[in-house]
């Protein structure tokens, strides 16, 4: 099996600000039943090691990107989008997750449920 190789992208929000991201496509599988499939949006500080996984899991009215629709877009039933490939919107859920005191400052992974960010951003891409 050949692995894909992931580029990692930047993202820079000012001159001491630099943020580096990835989009993955994961599945989980158990005697070739394939569960628990997710789009994972890994971002970390440019120079750090620690890193935040924001976890978009195909749910009940949650999709993600799997044979319907663009590689990075998840959305929900009411016809939401995001693509995690866009720069904008990587901006939009890490500004959401600063808010939220959720970037991890030292070292490590930390993972947490895109899906709440998600809505927030759409919230509030809505407001606007």
Known sequence: MTRKLIRPRRLVVDEDTVYVWTVRHRHTSDRGAVSDCRT????????TTARLEFTFRQVK?????ETYFSSG???DTAQNW??????????RLVDEATTRGLLPAAYGTT????????DAVVAAASED
């Open 61 to 65: 009215g949650r999709y993600i990107a």
């Open 40 to 47: 994972l949006l890994a971002v970390r500080r440019e120079g």
């Open 82 to 91: 995001l693509n995690l490939y866009e720069p904008g919107v990587v901006r």
């Open 73 to 75: 877009d998840v959305g």
């Open 111 to 118: 993972e947490v449920d895109g899906w709440p960010l998600f």
